[in-house]
């Protein structure tokens, strides 16, 4: 497995020495951007806001649509609308049993109603996981910093679009026997309040208290997280991130009820096309009472020519830290392709690494329509 692994990381090494230096979250960090100046949500992710949904728009697809065409994200002068509709084609490729399927990934409605230029409302519907988020977001407190209310997903690590990352939720089963991750899949989501303060232009610091809206997950005592983001700008086309998080909660292990925290760190660079993303997370008496397990993640992107990047992530997660060789990890070499007008297909092939040593690689052809 030693030898597997270091040529997995060897290989992960060279791949990115190919391009120049730069790195991440994607596409905020190659310019510097916070996770508000593209999404109503100030933790990023879900309804685009009009800049967000303009990038999309013109700056994102190989082949964008004409100028005189008219097409918008508002009903109104204060409501703004959006959605994200994923599928995939899974390929399974192990050594005595091989088989593909096509799954429903995701199937988001987001809306949003400005009710004041401080405050407003958002709510994202999907039909898929059958989720509803709600939530009241005021930018009442100093520096447009904001108290927000109601069910949403805590702001925890880098929140990549790709919940199979360990450092997310895992592949729930899918690839392997078991859900190896985070407790972040896609159905995971609080209903409690969240205060951020802008401490300076760069520095972001979230703190969140919430019960998780799923009962099989969670018992009634809430969860505490906090999450420190500092993300210079370093030129005009350079970017910086930086930061740690945090989280306690109760969670239900077969009949017991036990505490488990995580914590960890994140970093990333990035520069015109490139971006590189680092995250490391401890979770004490996560799966079983008394241990310690630890995900990482590190993700490389580079924009080819708009329209077309090249991905590389490397995945470990340690369920067992005491135990040796339980490891399982992998190497996620692929491309997002945005060929028109809030469309993306993301292809990818997955080499998985675990003891005792099996042949069980993946691959993934994904459809995204988004607006």
Not at 125 to 132: A, K, S, T
Not at 238 to 243: C, I, K, R
Not at 326 to 339: A, K, Q, T, W
């Amino acid at each position: 497995m030693e030898v597997q692994l270091n040529r997995y990381l060897l290989l992960l090494f060279i791949l990115l020495s190919s391009f120049s230096s730069f790195a991440l979250p994607r596409f905020a960090v190659r310019t510097g951007s916070l996770c508000i100046d593209c999404h109503v949500n100030p933790t990023g992710g879900e309804l685009r806001n009009q800049r967000g949904w303009n990038t999309s728009r013109k700056f994102l697809p190989l082949i964008p649509a004409k100028e005189d065409f008219e097409m918008t994200n508002k009903l109104g002068e204060n409501i703004l609308f959006g959605f994200d509709i994923r599928g995939q084609y899974l390929g399974y490729l192990g050594e005595n049993n091989k088989r593909t399927d096509f799954q429903k990934m995701q199937g988001s409605f987001y809306t949003a109603v400005n009710l004041t230029e401080e405050i407003n409302v958002s709510a994202r519907y999907d039909y898929i996981w059958n989720i509803f988020e709600g939530f009241v977001t005021a930018h009442v407190l100093p520096n447009e910093s904001y108290i927000k209310g109601g069910s949403f997903i805590p702001n925890y690590g880098i929140r990549l679009d790709d919940h199979t990352a360990y450092t997310r939720g895992g592949d729930m089963g899918r690839i392997t026997n078991d859900r190896l991750g985070l407790i972040f899949i896609p159905t995971y989501v609080e209903s409690g309040a969240e205060l951020g303060l802008y401490i300076s232009d760069f520095a972001f610091l979230t703190m969140s208290v919430g019960n998780n809206l799923s009962p099989t997950i969670f018992v009634k005592d809430p969860s505490y997280t906090a999450s420190l983001q500092i993300s210079p700008t370093l030129g005009e086309h350079m970017g910086l991130l930086f930061g740690g998080s945090f989280m306690n909660f109760k969670q239900r292990v077969g009949l017991n009820i036990q505490n488990s925290t995580m914590y960890g760190g994140f970093i990333g660079f990035g520069i015109m096309g490139f971006s590189l993303l680092g995250e490391y997370d401890i979770a004490q008496d996560y799966i079983v009472k008394d241990t310690s397990s630890s995900a990482l993640m590190i993700e490389a992107s580079y924009q080819i020519i708009r329209g077309l990047e090249a991905v590389v992530r490397y995945d470990r997660f340690d369920p067992l830290s005491k135990i040796n060789d339980n490891e399982l990890s992998r190497i996620v070499l692929g491309f997002d392709i945005f060929p028109y007008n809030f469309i993306e297909l993301k292809t990818q092939y997955r080499i998985q690494n675990e003891t005792p040593s099996i042949k069980n690689d993946a691959f993934v052809v994904q459809f995204h329509l988004f607006y």
